[in-house]
Every structure is written in C-alpha cells, then in structure tokens.
C-alpha cells in the first residue's frame, strides 16, 4: 500500500476510536438534570436566595437583549441581579440602570451596578469584575451564585430550573454551554463545530459520570454554591487565567465539590459574529493559551488536526483520482465517521444536514486561527478582548 493509504486508515482507526472511546462525545444529549421541584426545597421549605453576577464591559449592544431577560427570572426565592460595569466606554453601567427601572416598574428583580475600576497587577479583567461582584454578592449570604455574561440571555425559568438541579442532586457548580446564536452563514459554518470541538476535548459524560475523568464548564453560565466558591478560593486562586471556566472548574473539583456540565435549552448568546472577522478573533484570542503557550503542543495539535480532519476528504479525491483503493475507501469512510458525528450538533443548531462533510474545511480554518494566535503572542500581542491584552506569564486554563 501508498504510504498516502496507510495515513488514510490511521485516520480512519482514529475516528473508530473517538466514535466509541471518547466519551460518545458527539451525543447532545447531556442538558440539565430533570428535577421535582418539591425535593429541591429544603426541609424547613422556601426556595434559596440567590445572587446573579454580570460582568460587563462595552457591552450596550447586547444588554438590552440579555439583561431584561435576568431580571424578569420567575424565581419563587430571593433573588437580585448585581451588573459589574468593567470600565466600559460605551454607557453600559447607565443604560443597565435604565432598564432595571424599566423592569422594576414591572415587579423584576432588584439591580445593582458597580464599577470596580481598572484591574489590579495579575488579575484578569473578566476575573477582576467577578472578584467584586461576588464579594457584593456574598454580603447578602446567598446559598448561589449565578455567573453569567452579559451577552447570555435566560427564559423566565432558567434560575429555577438551575438551582433546582443543583438541589436535587447535590451539585456544586451546574453549568451549561449557552446556546451560541447562528444567524449568518459564517456562523452556520463556524460555530456548531465550536461547540462540537469543544465537547470532542472535554466530553461531558466524562465531566458529570461519578468517576469524573474530565473537568470544565462553560463561562457564559454557570451556577456555583457560595460556600464552594469560597472553599475553592475563587476567585482569587484563577485571577490570572485567561480562560476562566476550565480553571474555574478545576478549582471547584480540587475542593471536592462536584460538577456538572451540558448544553443548554433555556439560555441563549444573543452575541452577533456576523463575518469571519468577528469569529476568527473569537477563537484566536485565546486558542494559544488553551495551548499553555508551548511550541510542542502546537505542532501536536497541527498534526493532529491534518491526520483526523484533513487527510479523509484529500485521501478519497486524490486516491480515486490515481487508483489508489485503499487510499480512497479508508479516507471516505474516516469522512464518512466525521461527518456522522457531527449531525448531532447540527441537528442541536437547527442546521441543516449538508453542512456535515464540510467540517473539513472549518477544522481548516480552526487550524489557521490557531496559527495565527501563535503568531500574535509571538509578537506580544497575547491574549487580546477588549482593548486589553495578556502576555504569556498570564496562566491558561490551568489558573495557575
């Protein structure tokens, strides 16, 4: 055989493995655990006071889609909204202010907004806003604290739903991927493998089985019981981690606290990335640091990303094209793999089915946003959102 056919079947037993051995990752069934509201009450009844923290920075032209829908939550218990305005320059902390009297005058909950100014030496600016809304926030001794973007927008019942699963099952941190708006066709072709690669490195039923052999969650929502936050030391013990739900996580599992992590069906980014432009920066900013800055694990993920995504579709065309069989029925049937595990996502966007064999060439353009984060550290640019940016000494997802 072609030394072209034999990459093409090590492609192929890649992808028999991650069909079977990692985790049925593609499966979107994981979403929030069922619950019986009644046994998430305790004893003496009465629902538990929670704390909603937002951090937020330049972020005017999403909060009138998100912020409303927070401070419209139908929570039977205590409840109050408190907005972090991260040195915005936009008015995000005085438009904030006017929805909550908007929504106050209908019976919504109570809002606060604070502004902590520019963050301290060795703090990102995300983790510097938390740090100060859930110190706010833990003054009014809530048994939860709901972390969440100020581009996620929640059903009325989301906060319920979320503390009720965390009640009834014993949980810690409840986290779920909010679903990422798909709009415009770069979005279409970009984001559900987002959500999909992601799952493919942290499969969630590794995260939430009872022997964990995975760990992480998902920024844009998470539930997190105050005593656990404050026995994990979060978050002064990831203040310098760039991305900060991984650490996050860890941090809680470190404390013993368990996790769990799932795609969600009530909350959603009302985030617009209408052009490659806006999507690549999205996945640049930061794949270096999910990469710890190292070189080595650079050219893995390159190799790695050629081997399983690229060599199936140039295996098939190429080896029909010169009568090499192996190298055409081994690379059409790792595609063939590819591609059937990726309907699930698909189905999960709403998206339809032809978009499948076309990963390929969006893991092609993961490949290249990965470079390109590279090159940008290397030229100490780091990690950039927002007009900030954060050098290599600044921890990855590790936290440390």
């Known amino acids: ?11 192929l037993a890649v992808w028999v493995w991650l069909l079977f051995g990692q985790g049925f990752f593609w499966r979107t069934d994981q979403r929030l655990p069922p619950v019986h509201e009644g046994r998430a009450l305790p004893s003496g009844g009465g629902w538990p006071r929670v704390v909603v923290v937002v951090p937020a920075r330049d972020e005017a032209e999403v909060l009138p889609l998100s912020l409303p829908s927070l401070l419209a939550q139908d929570y039977p218990g205590e409840a109050e909204v408190v907005l972090v305005d991260d040195g915005s320059a936009d008015g995000t902390g005085k438009l ?49 604290l709901l972390l969440t973007d100020a581009d996620i927008a929640h059903e009325p019942d989301s906060l319920r739903l979320l503390v009720a699963a965390a009640r009834e099952n014993g949980l810690d941190l409840v986290s779920q991927m909010a679903r990422l708006r798909v709009a415009s066709p770069w979005e279409r072709m970009v984001v559900p493998a987002f959500v999909y690669f992601f799952a493919q490195l942290y499969p ?10 995975a760990t992480a969650a998902a920024g844009g929502c998470v539930l997190l019981r105050t005593e656990t936050a404050v026995a994990a ?17 860890r941090a809680v599992r470190r404390s013993g606290g368990r996790i769990w992590l799932g795609l969600a069906e009530r909350v959603d980014s009302v985030r617009p990335y209408p052009g490659l432009a806006e999507l690549w920066r999205m996945v640049a900013r930061s794949a270096y640091a999910q990469l710890r800055h190292n070189p080595l694990l650079l050219a893995g993920t390159v190799a790695g990303l050629v081997v399983v995504y690229l060599v199936p579709p140039v295996a098939l065309v190429v080896g029909a094209a010169a009568g090499d069989a192996p190298a055409a029925w081994a690379g059409g049937a790792a595609w ?31 490949l290249l946003m990965t470079l390109d984060s590279a090159v940008q550290h290397y030229r100490g640019r780091g990690a950039a959102w927002k007009g900030r940016t954060y050098s290599a000494d600044y921890a990855s997802r590790h936290g440390e």
């Not at 969630?204 to 052999?213: E, L």
């Not at 698909?346 to 969006?362: E, G, S």
Request: charged residues 15%; aromatic residues 12%; positive net charge.
């Open 1 to 11: 055989m072609s030394t072209f056919a034999w990459f093409a079947i090590a492609s």
């Open 96 to 144: 904030a202010v006017e929805l909550a009297g908007a929504a106050e005058r209908c019976g919504g909950l109570p809002l606060t907004v604070v502004s902590p100014g520019e963050p301290e030496p060795g703090w990102t600016g995300k983790l510097w806003a938390l740090r100060h809304g859930m110190a706010l926030a833990r003054a009014r001794e809530p048994e939860f």
């Open 204 to 213: 969630f039923r590794w995260i939430n089985g009872a022997r964990p052999r």
């Open 233 to 249: 030391g979060v978050p002064e013990a990831i203040r310098r981690a760039v991305i900060d739900d991984v650490s996050l996580a």
């Open 336 to 366: 063939a793999v590819m591609a059937g595990t990726y309907l699930p996502m698909l189905r999960y966007y709403w998206q339809p089915p032809w978009l499948a064999p076309l990963l390929p060439f969006t893991a092609l353009l993961y």
